[in-house]
């Protein structure tokens, strides 16, 4: 067995049309969104591109296709990977917690935001037929729980494609539930593919958005969204099933983890966003005994970028961008989490901002990337960091925190946690596999 399958997940297209006009309406999503969304049609075509020159059996893509679940933006991706299809390379997706029922669809004209067409389930499957959901493909061995399948795209190989969204309650509550889940319907379904998938000697592996291993310390406490709700439960029976490989996305960042249980070993391979710093996607190699993964990055400069290298484009937005994420984050914690965060704190953060952007984004641009080598370390810049490091204003903010607000010194000791990797590499590994039974 060696087959090359291309990993790229959060596409999160946004179709022109739905930029009307610029003005204060589209200004307000920018300032809290850390994607490049104006240039995702000409980002995704470059991905198409890029895979179409490296020799691709197989493409497979976890959720997150779209800005915020707009039909014209789900019609726009399908175009988009139109191209794999018609190069013979089957290309599989599943949807992300953007991507069904998200009463955030919208179009901008100037000043005023207005709602646009999203989808339902039904019309997703439809509009993907040719990515997984037409039930009439050979490939396609059958659907499962939701908008879960299982596919055969080359002899040996089964994909299983698991929906981990919960949309049915999105409408009536005004906004899109950003956490995942696994009913128990679909653990019903993966142990009986995982127990058929081992009689039959057939090699499985997985895709889903959410992650299903936490992938820096205390990841359930600081950002539970971006898991399972029942990750390790989840995890643990996902484990007994015989899936050894989980492809996941929807936090952006290039990172993989590993965990070991009584009944199998589990890795949670992370794959970042092309509209996102650093813009990579991952080619994995499968062979009887293990996948080799190796990370790229998407090649793309000219007028939509400025001028500059998509990479250094990305990281510029992504920094001009903090304020205004951070002004974000704190008005959601205050509005969802009010014993954590008061109006006066929330005032303090943002003031404080400014003055730490640099910090900020030594730590989350280093996530991002994987691989971390703490605060000393730049990925993106040959020049050493301006005084005072990373690492010293990370101790006038502990200490700042420690006098004004001792309740969040904890956070401190996550984020040093989260500075060095010490778990398997995120980038370009090599991946045990257990022998398939004849």
């Known amino acids: 067995m060696n087959i090359r399958i291309a990993i790229a997940s959060d596409l999160h297209v946004m179709a022109p049309e739905l930029l009307i006009a610029p003005g204060a309406a589209f200004e307000r999503t920018l ?109 396609i061995i059958e659907r499962g729980p939701r908008l879960s399948y299982l596919a055969e795209p080359l002899p040996g190989l089964w994909v299983c494609a698991l929906d981990s969204n919960i949309y049915d309650s999105n409408i009536e509550d005004n906004y899109p539930r950003t956490i995942g889940k696994l009913t128990p319907e679909t653990h019903d379904w993966i142990r009986e593919v995982g127990l058929r998938a081992k009689r039959e000697g057939k090699r499985l592996l997985t895709m889903l958005h959410h992650g299903v291993l936490e992938h820096f310390p205390l990841q359930s406490v600081v950002a539970a969204d971006y898991l399972l709700e029942d990750w390790l439960y989840d995890s643990r029976k996902l484990a007994a099933a015989g899936i050894e490989v989980v492809f996941t996305g929807h936090f952006h960042a290039q990172d993989v983890v590993c965990r070991r249980f009584k009944h199998g070993t589990l890795y949670d391979i992370e794959t970042g966003s092309p509209v996102t710093y650093p813009c990579p996607y991952r080619i994995v190699t499968l062979h009887d005994d293990r996948l080799e993964v190796t990370s790229h990055r998407i090649q793309l400069q000219g007028e939509v970028t400025g001028g500059l290298p998509l990479e250094e484009y990305a990281y510029r937005h992504l920094q001009e961008g903090i304020p205004g994420m951070g002004a974000f984050l704190t008005e959601y914690v205050l509005r969802r989490h009010p014993k954590y965060m008061t109006p006066q704190i929330a005032q303090t953060i943002n003031a404080a901002i400014p003055d730490f952007v640099d910090l900020i984004m030594a730590i989350y641009t280093g996530h991002l990337c994987g691989d971390e080598m703490g605060l000393q370390y730049s990925k993106t810049r040959e020049e050493s960091f301006n005084d005072p490091l990373p690492g010293d204003k990370l101790d006038q903010l502990r200490n700042l925190a420690k006098a004004m607000y001792p309740q969040y010194e904890l956070l401190f000791d996550i984020f040093e946690n989260a500075l060095y990797d010490t778990s398997v590499p995120d980038n370009n590994l090599t991946i045990p596999l257990t022998p398939l039974q004849s």
């Open 31 to 139: 300032r809290s969104d850390r994607k490049l969304l104006v240039e995702s049609t000409e980002i995704i075509s470059q991905l198409t591109r890029q895979l179409l020159q490296q020799n691709i059996d197989l493409v497979l893509i976890p959720g997150d296709l779209t800005k915020d679940g707009e039909r014209v933006s789900h019609q726009l991706t399908a175009q988009l990977l139109q191209p794999l299809l018609d190069a013979g390379i089957r290309t599989y997706v599943v949807p992300g917690n953007h991507d069904i029922y998200n009463p955030l669809a919208a179009e901008y004209d100037g000043d005023e935001r207005r709602h646009t067409d999203y989808v339902s389930p039904e019309d997703f499957a439809q509009i993907y037929a040719a990515y997984g959901y037409g039930t009439d493909a050979p490939d």
